[in-house]
């Protein structure tokens, strides 16, 4: 057995690269060129300014990365679950804001309208969306409804060949940039199913607005959407969507990419402590040389191989269409719990340096609180994890 280099790449102690195949490789190093170049030189002014750059949405299209595990046939770059998890990864080093716009546009609006929408819908947004000509957000939660959605107050009614619709949604990433909305509003009268409406911009009664004063996720748009009195044509309802289960399939198919993402956050903090410890004395001897340091660090690079297997577990399961609710319901939890340890322990190490958001990590730190809320709570996930373990509802 040969002597491993010191000190040891992450990448070689998670032991995954023989594993990938080598699309999955060149899309995570193409990502990573991407991010290197293009993302990462700008993120501490942006975060700072509470924006995302909106030059980043046709470069990120360019790289095929919107809706890109998306069939070929609109337009997508039909990549693996795996390789789209990868390029998530690589997203979230530089920032979870970032990888959140992808997460959103693909995972959540691209889908949804693939997954539920008339062939027609299909042909009609997504080969612009994977271009980036059109930007989607995903209008799920309210102000008074987001771990129990099947509580909305978003109505819609039919109106001739139509529908109106009318409700505030809360929490909206890429609201204020949408060019295009799916909303979820429950029907009234009859069975009051809940149904999924692609709204356009500009649209009568139809507005967003910026949720200001935010202190995570500060380089993403977050936003709340207001219909009044909407009028849509029957061709803007996803025809395959009917029911709850509708907008929660989508959130289960986002929740994959959340989890995979999260690592590239935990690994940039990793990787920032480790740095920092051995570049900086205390006591005349570097940090890392101290065992209390080697210890979180040791913690740390263990979180990250543990996450990083389960994610390639979950995504090869996925490719084969295996990947059930409640594992995704493990994956998102064990990972963003990780990713957020990670951060906050990094935060630690970095000592007074460690709150100026130059450092990196409490940028990452305060993005990673998101993670831990959105896509489902850290709770609402155990809460799936108990009752498929006992059969018993404690939700
Ligand atoms: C940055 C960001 C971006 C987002 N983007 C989107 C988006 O694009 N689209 C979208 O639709 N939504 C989005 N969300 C909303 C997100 O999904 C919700 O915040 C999340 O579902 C939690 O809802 P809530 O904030 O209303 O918290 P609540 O549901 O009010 O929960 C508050 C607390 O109570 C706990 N809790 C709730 N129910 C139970 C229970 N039964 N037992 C024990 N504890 C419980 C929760 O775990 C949590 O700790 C986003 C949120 C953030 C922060």
Redesign the pocket.
Same mark, same amino acid.
């Given at each position: 057995m040969s002597t491993p280099a010191l000190p040891l790449e992450l990448d070689a102690l998670i032991g995954w690269s023989d594993q990938l195949t080598e699309e999955e490789r060149e899309v995570r190093a193409t990502t990573r060129r991407w991010v290197d170049g293009h993302a990462q030189p700008h993120i501490v002014d942006d975060f700072e300014a509470g924006t995302f750059r909106r030059s980043h949405v046709k470069e990120l299209a360019q790289l095929g990365l919107l809706g890109a595990p998306l069939p070929a046939e609109y337009g997508c770059a039909a990549v693996s679950n795996v390789a789209y998890g990868l390029a998530c990864l690589e997203l979230e080093r530089c920032d979870s804001g970032l990888r959140?716009f992808v997460s959103?546009q693909t995972s @959540?609006a691209m889908y949804a309208i693939w997954r539920f929408g008339s062939e027609e819908q299909r042909r009609r947004w997504l080969p612009k969306m994977a271009t980036g000509d059109v930007v989607g957000?995903?209008? @799920?939660?309210e102000p008074d409804?987001?771990?129990?959605p099947a509580g909305m107050a978003a109505r819609c009614r039919r109106d001739g060949d139509g529908w109106v619709l009318g409700g505030t949604?809360m929490?909206?990433?890429?609201a204020q940039i949408a060019d295009v909305a799916v909303f979820w509003a429950r029907e009234s009268g009859g069975d009051g199913r809940i149904l999924g409406f692609v709204v356009e911009r500009g649209t009568a009664g139809f507005s967003a607005a910026d949720i200001p004063h935010?202190l995570?996720?500060r380089a993403?748009h977050?936003g709340s959407l207001h219909c009044d009195e909407v009028r849509v044509p029957e061709a803007a309802r996803l025809p395959g969507a009917a029911g709850l289960v509708a907008p929660l399939a989508c959130l289960e198919n986002a929740r994959y990419g959340v989890a995979f993402g999260v690592l590239g956050a935990g690994m940039d903090c990793f990787e920032r402590a480790r740095t920092y410890s051995r570049d900086r004395r205390q006591f005349g001897v570097p940090l890392a040389a101290k065992q209390l340091v080697q210890a979180k660090l040791a913690d740390m690079a263990a979180d990250l191989v543990e996450g990083s297997l389960l994610a390639l577990h979950a995504g090869r399961l996925k490719d084969k269409g295996q990947l059930s609710s409640v594992q995704v319901s493990v994956l998102k939890r064990q990972n963003c719990r990780k990713a957020l340890r990670i951060a906050r322990e990094a935060r630690g190490l970095l000592g007074a340096n460690g709150i100026v958001v130059d450092y990196g990590v409490v940028r990452h730190m305060v993005n990673l609180e998101?993670t831990y809320?959105? =896509?489902?709570?850290? =709770?609402?996930h155990t @809460?799936a994890i108990g009752r498929a373990l006992t059969g018993e509802n404690a939700?």
């Open positions: 959140s959103v @959540l957000c995903f209008g @799920l939660t409804h987001g771990s129990n949604k929490w909206i990433t890429n935010k995570s996720m993403s977050t998101s809320t959105y =896509e489902g709570t850290d =709770e609402v @809460l939700f």
